[in-house]
């Protein structure tokens, strides 16, 4: 079973700073690597998606890299904003069964 | 384009009552998923259904959870009867096709007692 481990559990920088959030996953069979952000009380919110083919995405001030021979992929976040503390999960979807599997999540909170 | 689509969107219940949730997913969207969320986890798969079939509900409780799609379109998860251990959160999800991104619902905060 694909196992996707995410550290640190939570974040914390002040507003401005550069960061990375890092997911590992154990299963390198996969058909894409998927962020999403999740706000307190809501659903997720679909950040970026990186096929298996790909080794980057970016999206405004978001970039995520995949290096799938190494189970790992990071999340890149520009100049933090305030607007940015949210948890932060990455999903992987295997080839065997056609699952999602999820980290647990990075907590990130932006102290103005 | 509207997003997916869940209600209640809060749901207190005893336990041994019966709860149900109800899910639009985004027009288009042939697959569709049912996971639940605990505090502090990531969503875990409850059912997906392709279409109007279920191709993976080998993580559905089946003894008291049910689910169903009719028309291939919205769908209707059921807890009868809940258990304490149910309490959490119920999301939506669904994508074009195998290779789109996922997209969720704002979910359903179940709380039984």
């Known amino acids: 079973k694909q196992e996707v481990t995410q550290i640190p559990a939570a974040l914390s920088v002040p507003e401005g700073e550069n960061l990375v959030l890092n997911c590992s996953f154990t299963d390198s069979a996969i058909y894409n690597l998927q962020w999403f952000r999740q706000d307190p009380g809501k659903g997720l919110t679909s950040l970026l998606l990186i096929q298996s083919s790909q080794r980057e995405q970016t999206s405004g001030r978001l970039n995520a890299s995949l290096d799938k021979s190494s189970g790992r992929s990071t999340l890149y976040i520009a100049a933090s904003q305030p607007g940015d503390s949210a948890t932060y999960l990455c999903a992987v979807r295997v080839v065997t069964g056609n699952q999602f599997y999820f980290g647990t999540g990075t907590s990130l909170t932006v102290i103005p | 384009e509207a997003g997916v689509v869940q209600s209640p969107r809060y749901k207190i219940i005893e336990k041994k009552q019966p709860v149900a949730f109800w899910c639009n997913p985004i027009?288009?969207?042939?697959?569709l998923y049912w996971y639940r969320q605990n505090l502090g986890q990531g969503p875990e798969l409850l059912i997906r259904?392709?279409?109007?079939?279920?191709?993976?509900d080998s993580q559905l409780p089946k003894d008291r959870f049910s689910a169903e799609r009719l028309k291939g379109v919205d769908s209707t998860l059921k807890i009868q009867p809940a258990e304490l251990g149910d309490s959490a959160v119920y999301l939506c999800?669904?994508?074009?096709?195998?290779?789109?991104?996922?997209?969720f619902g704002n979910g359903t905060r179940l709380t039984v007692t």
């Open positions: 027009s288009g969207h042939n697959t």
């Open positions: 259904y392709e279409n109007e079939e279920a191709v993976d």
């Open positions: 999800a669904s994508s074009r096709v195998i290779n789109s991104p996922l997209h």
